[in-house]
């Protein structure tokens, strides 16, 4: 089954302590993305990549980082994580010239 | 410039009837307006989307209507059904230069049996 894959579904973590949470995708995507989604402010996109070592900034990237060393992964870590990174995280990825996403289950995420 | 604004922020609708949700933007690069549906516990999905140089797209009861000089562009929902109830995300996107791709805020609808 063609999908995007994030783990874990859920999480609560104590501010400062280094997490990282997976995103895998199937379907030979070049595109994939991360979004927070947050209660009144929609899907926000955190940082995306075009292809294998290849990624850019989006809206809001602040705290996070990633990283695109296979085509089928793109992992999102948050070095130091702070209450206000309490958030709803989707992953998603799209084929070049199909303007689309697929996106994962998310990842609820709760920082204390 | 690069906001995308979706109204209204939650909508109720009697089963049969027709659901709205409008959107707007700035940017004129934009040049992919997609609309994604979201189940509660679900990441959103792909619903229908359209192109600037068309100015309506059906798929079943699912229609966009596309104001290009407005900068405007809208779902209609025909004939909605309870199981249409979700959250809906108008987004726009480049698909040319420097990448962007902007979701609005959400339309939670709700559809009464």
């Known amino acids: 089954e063609a999908q995007v894959t994030q783990n874990p579904r859920y999480l609560i973590t104590v501010t400062g302590k280094k997490l990282t949470v997976t995103c895998s995708q199937n379907?030979?995507?070049?595109?994939m993305s991360w979004y927070r989604q947050d209660p009144g402010l929609g899907l926000r996109q955190i940082y995306y990549s075009m292809n294998v070592e290849v990624t850019d900034k989006g809206d809001v990237p602040e705290g996070y980082k990633v990283s695109r060393k296979e085509k089928r992964n793109f992992p999102l870590i948050l070095e130091s994580p702070s209450p206000n990174q309490t958030s709803l995280y989707f992953c998603a990825s799209r084929r070049t010239g199909n303007y689309g996403y697929t996106f994962g289950s998310g990842t609820r995420l709760t920082v204390v | 410039q690069q906001q995308v604004k979706q109204s209204p922020q939650s909508l109720i609708v009697q089963k049969g009837g027709i659901s709205i949700i409008n959107c707007a933007y700035e940017n004129t690069a934009f040049d992919y307006f997609p609309w994604y549906q979201q189940f509660p516990g679900k990441g959103p999905a792909l619903l229908i989307a359209i192109r600037p140089d068309v100015s309506e797209k059906k798929e079943g009861r699912f229609t966009i209507s596309f104001n290009k000089s407005a900068k405007q562009f809208s779902l209609h929902i025909m004939d909605s059904q309870p199981g249409d109830s979700a959250t809906y995300f108008c987004?726009?996107?480049?698909?040319?230069?420097?990448?962007?791709?902007?979701f609005g805020t959400g339309t939670r609808l709700k559809v009464l049996a």
């Open positions: 379907m030979n995507h070049e595109y």
């Open positions: 987004a726009a996107s480049t698909t040319s230069g420097t990448y962007k791709y902007i």
